[in-house]
């Protein structure tokens, strides 16, 4: 069995892990993956990143299952392309992709199906838009509508910053068509969470949560990353908060995909506010999270594949996820001066002799010089430890994170600890 992983993170190096251990895989690609994946037997990274490409590569390996990481191939219509030459892929078609691919889609929605979601409003005009803004409270958030890296986000403490936000948006195009509508909603207080499920459009089965660190420094400062690490699961999904985030938005979701009739296998990651009202839906993404999945994977006990077959078979109300009790703490090394400009090309030391005892390392933005590994991005790899509880696993994964060098490598010190 053939396996095509699509992308190039932390997160489609663990599904390469977790993929290579079903023995009936005999071969796995990542596009265009990163030289961290191939220290996996069974795995070859490829340099392809268009649709066309990819299409073109699937065929001719005979590749029987592919999988996308990230979400722009997604919004832009892999699956359906993929589909129309009956190759089996697993995510959601272009019209479920839009669910994450237009913020005003999603939240119409939500609003549509009875969602439990922040109260907003949608606009492509600037006036009209600037003229709401004399009927809101503050801090308000303002979002530009279509896919922007994560960066598209912007909570206006004041009516100034709203305008600025609005201007960039609307007039400036700093997101270009991306920011040709904006969403204006409410503003929530309270504590996120990652909640990942499989869905085969008949269940959504939720995974275990997991929390994400958004904030370059310890304690939740400076500006936001893609991510500085995560735990899983996630200490504020109590029983309570998961019973509500069931009934207020996993049902109701389920609903309206099935009113829709949007028909497909795949990932749908819930990005959740718990307040002291209630749980609320912030957005859906369509794929799994990354670093969510760095450390959601190693939990799981369950075989990878066969999961992802029952979903593609509409078979997954009969499988029964099986999870290792404990948890997982997975820490991010940045290089130094990471969100901003950071240097590239920096020997690393210590990748391939890893070996600590429960701990995984998933490589992010790495390459290979001269059979060198060296950093190639902002965020350059992921060590994630299991323990019996989530302060073992915090303790194994800083005493892990000590095999590793490179100049200038910045991480957080306190990735469950807030
Ligand atoms: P989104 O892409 O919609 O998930 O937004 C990105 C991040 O912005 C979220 O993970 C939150 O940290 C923050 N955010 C989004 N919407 C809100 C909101 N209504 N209230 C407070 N924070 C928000
Ligand atoms: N960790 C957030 C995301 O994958 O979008």
């Known amino acids: ?59 001719a390996e005979k590749i029987d299952l592919t999988i996308v990481g990230s979400e722009e191939l997604l919004v832009a219509g892999i699956v359906d392309k993929f589909k129309a030459h009956n190759l089996r892929i697993f995510g959601p078609d272009q019209n479920a992709a839009q669910l994450e691919g237009s913020k005003v889609f999603s939240k119409d929605f939500m ?23 004399d009927q809101v409270n503050y801090p ?10 994560g960066k598209g986000v912007i909570i206006a403490p004041n ?22 509508e904006v969403v204006i909603e409410e503003f929530l207080d309270g504590v996120e969470a990652s909640i990942l499920s499989f869905t085969d459009s008949q269940v959504i089965i939720p995974l275990i949560s997991a929390k994400d660190h958004k904030k370059i420094g310890d304690g939740e400062t400076g500006p ?21 985030f069931i009934r207020d938005i996993l049902e109701p979701t389920l609903r309206g995909i099935q009113s829709e009739k949007m028909d497909f296998a795949g990932v ?43 979903t593609l078979d509409k078979q997954l109300a009969l499988f029964d996820i099986k999870w290792r ?43 290979s010089k001269q059979n060198q590994l060296v950093t190639a ?24 994170i000590k095999q590793i060098s490179f100049d200038g490598c910045y991480f957080r010190s306190d990735i469950g600890k807030v």
Request: glycine share 10%.
């Open 1 to 59: 069995m053939k396996i095509l992983i699509i992308g190039k993170g932390g997160r489609e190096h663990a599904l390469a892990w977790k993929l290579s251990q079903n023995e009936s895989v005999t071969k796995i690609y990542v596009a265009e993956g990163n030289p961290g994946c191939e220290l996996l037997p069974k795995v070859a990274c490829v340099k392809l990143h268009k649709i066309d490409d990819l299409l073109g590569f699937a065929l």
């Open 111 to 133: 609003k549509k199906y009875g969602i439990k979601t922040a109260a907003y409003e949608s606009f492509s005009d600037y006036a009209k838009a600037l003229k709401y803004l």
């Open 140 to 149: 308000i958030v303002i979002k530009a509508s279509g896919l922007a890296a």
């Open 159 to 180: 009516r100034d910053e709203a305008e600025i936000a609005l201007a960039d948006m609307l007039l400036e195009r700093i997101f270009g068509d991306s920011g040709n």
């Open 224 to 244: 936001n990353t893609g991510g500085m690490g995560v735990i899983a699961p996630n200490p504020y999904v109590t029983d309570e908060v998961n019973q509500a």
């Open 268 to 310: 749908i990651f819930f990005g959740v506010m718990i307040t002291k009202n209630g749980v609320y839906l912030l957005e859906y993404n369509m794929r799994m999270g990354d670093p969510e999945t760095q450390a959601v994977l190693p939990l799981m006990e369950s075989d990878l594949l066969e999961l992802i077959n029952a």
């Open 325 to 367: 009790s404990g948890a997982t703490c997975c820490v991010v090394l940045a290089s130094g001066g990471y969100p901003h400009k950071h240097p590239v090309g920096i020997d690393i030391c210590g990748i391939r002799e890893f070996n600590a005892q429960g701990c995984y390392l998933f490589a992010a933005g790495v390459a």
């Open 377 to 400: 991005g902002g965020r350059v790899l992921n060590i994630v430890a299991h323990g019996s509880d989530l302060s073992i696993a915090h303790e194994n994964a800083y005493n892990a």
